[in-house]
T-cell receptor
Framework: NAGVTQTPKFQVLKTGQSMTLQCAQDMNHEYMSWYRQDPGMGLRLIHYSVGAGITDQGEVPNGYNVSRSTTEDFPLRLLSAAPSQTSVYFC????????????FGPGTRLLVL | AQKVTQAQTEISVVEKEDVTLDCVYETRDTTYYLFWYKQPPSGELVFLIRRNSFDEQNEISGRYSWNFQKSTSSFNFTITASQVVDSAVYFCALSEAGDYKLSFGAGTTVTVRA
């Protein structure tokens, strides 16, 4: 199993540009989520999904969209990038919520100029 | 509301010293789950341990041990006889039963010097 994969590993955007961060998992996990990691703040939840066709907002959803058309994929879209979105983004998946361990992808480092 | 506090921002030790990382959490739920993750310099997040609120037994795994005390809302992590490879950022995290959110502490950077 590849586990949780993310692409790209690194991206530079200009303010106002849009892009999609890709996330895929091959473990047949129902629950997937996106976090952003900023210095001194740990990881914060952006959006999550409990299954195909179902998504919901986390702590810091503004400026991001998600969709879940398949169990395997959970892309994160930045509609109009802002410098405040410069961060490292992690995708995670787990079989269920709460007790089940979330497994994280390798991360995408995003720089918005 | 959930909250996880890791008061130690950075810890620097010499190899073979023991190091203890503090984690204090807040929750109103009686059922919750606690986790520790390691983030080495390469950047990935590595799961270390999970514990549910009904299991206060301490755990030892090799050089790692965890002390869970509900009375003080703490879930501390000790590395015994530290090694250079233990240098990383360590995160404590909390989730409540039925909640999809994993709340992370700010992390503690551990540097082990040879």
């Amino acid at each position: 199993n590849a586990g949780v994969t993310q692409t790209p590993k690194f991206q530079v955007l200009k303010t106002g540009q849009s892009m999609t961060l890709q996330c895929a998992q091959d473990m047949n996990h129902e629950y997937m989520s996106w976090y952003r990691q900023d210095p001194g703040m740990g990881l914060r939840l952006i959006h999550y999904s409990v299954g195909a066709g179902i998504t919901d907002q986390g702590e810091v959803p503004n400026g991001y969209n998600v969709s879940r058309s398949t169990t395997e994929d959970f892309p994160l879209r930045l509609l109009s990038a802002a410098p405040s979105q410069t961060s490292v983004y992690f995708c995670a998946s787990s079989y269920e919520q709460g007790w089940e361990t979330q497994y994280f992808g390798p991360g995408t480092r995003l720089l918005v100029l | 509301a959930q909250k996880v506090t890791q008061a130690q921002t950075e810890i620097s030790v010499v190899e073979k010293e023991d190091v203890t990382l503090d984690c204090v959490y807040e929750t109103r739920d009686t059922t919750y789950y606690l986790f520790w993750y390691k983030q080495p310099p390469s950047g990935e997040l590595v799961f270390l341990i999970r514990r549910n609120s009904f299991d206060e037994q301490n755990e030892i795994s090799g050089r790692y041990s965890w002390n869970f005390q509900k009375s003080t809302s703490s879930f501390n992590f000790t590395i015994t006889a530290s090694q250079v490879v233990d240098s990383a950022v360590y995160f404590c995290a909390l989730s409540e039963a039925g909640d999809y959110k994993l709340s992370f502490g700010a992390g503690t950077t551990v540097t082990v010097r040879a």
